[in-house]
T-cell receptor, first 114, second 116 residues
């Protein structure tokens, strides 16, 4: 069982589609993250939300748009993606970023852009 | 920013043998070093972590050692089992300092295969 829940598990979308990835945690964590992971590579940080405010954007293209509606939810809105954006998108949370506390990853959404 | 090097990239061992994975880091401000295990098609899972005020930490068959002076840390798995087969990632996290807020720097990963 994972304490960070991501939906959907799989997503196939065309380059003109708009879709959203969703993430939820109920551990009271105040930091939430989006990572992108390609096969056989480490996770790459995309965004960090700290206390529901965007604190890090790793120069991610604007076709990826994060949203943190409340302390338990994190969304990633996708629009006009490219085939090279196909990857596993991982959400993670931690107690608080300042404490260097452990990251808890969700199971990810495997995204395929056609 | 921080740079984490991880070796080896692949490691094959016989069941029951020990496995050691080594990482080096560049930023002396790094003070938190987690290790993640990722099985094929699954999420990374934290297996052990160590902070810079500790030199060694052990949890059953898994241990991590940290040498702050040399800026390297290692994962040791004893009595390996086939279910230990996975990709292992080391990571380092600097002290809170402006733009390094909440950031883990990952190594490139080690594919460990344990043969029965």
């Amino acid at each position: 069982d994972t304490e960070v829940t991501q939906t959907p598990k799989h997503l196939v979308m065309g380059m003109t589609n708009k879709k959203s990835l969703k993430c939820e945690q109920h551990m009271g964590h105040r930091a939430m993250y989006w990572y992108k992971q390609k096969a056989k590579k480490p996770p790459e940080l995309m965004f960090v939300y700290s206390y529901e405010k965007l604190s890090i954007n790793e120069s991610v293209p604007s076709r990826f748009s994060p949203e943190c509606p409340n302390s338990s939810l994190l969304n990633l809105h996708l629009h006009a993606l490219q085939p090279e954006d196909s990857a596993l998108y991982l959400c993670a949370s931690s107690q608080a970023p300042r404490l260097n506390s452990p990251l808890h990853f969700g199971n990810g959404t495997r995204l395929t852009v056609t | 920013g921080e740079n984490v090097e991880q070796h080896p990239s692949t490691l094959s061992v016989q069941e029951g043998d020990s496995a050691v994975i080594k990482c080096t880091y560049s930023d002396s401000a790094s003070n938190y070093f987690p290790w993640y295990k990722q099985e094929l098609g699954k999420r990374p899972q934290l297996i052990i972590d160590i902070r810079s005020n500790v030199g060694e930490k052990k949890d059953q068959r898994i241990a991590v050692t940290l040498n702050k002076t040399a800026k390297h840390f290692s994962l040791h798995i004893t009595e390996t089992q086939p279910e230990d087969s996975a990709v292992y990632f080391c990571a380092a996290s600097p002290t809170l300092r402006g733009s390094t807020l909440g950031r883990l720097y990952f190594g490139r990963g080690t594919q460990l295969t344990v043969w029965p």
